[in-house]
């Protein structure tokens, strides 16, 4: 099978080796040759342009810094692929530009899957990645043994864009989870901790313990709050605790006050016996969602993992 990869970045790199060194006829292209040193060293073909890499491949893939680069590279693919091949889009992506693009390549009979990957550079050098998958499924499991080269998570999600509602999701997830964190870092900072131990201790806390995602299936995924296993009304006393510490230090708390916004609407709803997650739901109620998965689904969800 003929293979192309586009795009030799920090990324790409790594997982275009990986399909390399898994034996596959591998032609590879990035706007730098130099990038791609070591893929003809490990028996890449080189190839000068996009159109020179598609040329007589069955599957392209591609890993592009964004929506603006992945349109470029494609308007130049639907030109140079034959009808039934494949173009699986590693790239972080808008999901709106990528079903646009899915459109005009399906009149065609060439499959588009967006695939974003989650791992970094140090999971794309060693094939552990998750690949977030939106697309043809039939196609996915056509090439699923391409993808399980480089990434240990290959998950097939939904349609065509999918793949990077997921991803960005848990990006979005990430980078603001971090924010929050060096703001009650900082409170504790302030509030006499050595950073050493208060990561410490808080690693060793019922967050840290657990994986943050786990943590929703009992109540949120499940829209149950009742019995409560850490009640409303005492979560919102520990977080008016720690806004005062806030104020007294004189730190910033905007995370903290924005989430007290929705834990006091909650409490003003009666809710101070349900579990201290239900102010989550005052999120998919603005958002015009809901949110319910049964107990069994959950449970066979995380034997996934």
């Not at 890499?53 to 308007?75: D, H, I, L």
């Not at 240990?152 to 999701?169: E, P, R, S, T, Y």
């Not at 349900?274 to 998965?293: C, F, Y």
């Amino acid at each position: 099978m003929q293979l192309a990869f586009i795009g030799l970045g920090t990324m790409g790199a790594g997982m275009a080796l990986n399909l390399i060194k898994a034996g596959h006829d591998v032609a590879v292209h990035d706007l730098r040759k130099e990038s791609a040193t070591r893929h003809l060293d490990a028996g890449a073909r080189w190839a000068a342009t996009v159109a020179e890499a598609a040329a007589g491949a069955q599957v392209v893939f591609t890993s592009v810094p964004g929506p603006k680069e992945m349109r470029q590279v494609g308007a130049t693919l639907l030109d140079a692929l034959a009808p039934g091949s494949t173009w699986f889009d590693l790239s972080t992506n808008s999901p709106s530009v990528v079903r646009e693009v899915h459109k005009g390549f399906a009149e065609k009979d060439i499959a588009l899957l967006d695939a974003p990957v989650s791992g970094g550079p140090i999971g794309a050098n060693a094939g552990k990645l998750a690949i977030y998958v939106g697309g043809d499924q039939a196609v996915f499991e056509r090439y699923r043994s391409l993808l399980d080269v480089i990434g240990d998570q290959v998950l097939h999600v939904g349609d065509i864009g999918a793949g990077n509602v997921a991803k960005l999701v848990h990006n979005c997830a990430s980078i603001t989870m971090r924010m929050m964190i060096a703001e009650v870092f900082s409170l504790g900072v302030k509030g006499g901790m050595e950073p050493l131990a208060l990561w410490h201790a808080v690693r060793q806390g019922a967050i840290g313990r657990s994986r943050t995602f786990d943590r929703i299936g009992d109540q949120y995924l499940q829209d149950k709050y009742e019995p409560a296993s850490f009640a409303l009304k005492l979560a919102h006393k520990d977080l008016t605790l720690a806004l005062d510490l806030g104020r007294e230090l004189d730190v910033p708390m905007k995370y903290a006050e924005r989430a007290m916004e929705d834990f006091q609407a909650a409490l003003d709803r009666g809710w101070g016996d349900r579990d201290s997650r239900s102010p989550m739901q005052l999120i998919n109620e603005r958002a015009g969602v809901q949110i319910k998965v049964s107990a069994e689904d959950v449970k066979k969800t995380m034997a996934r993992a």
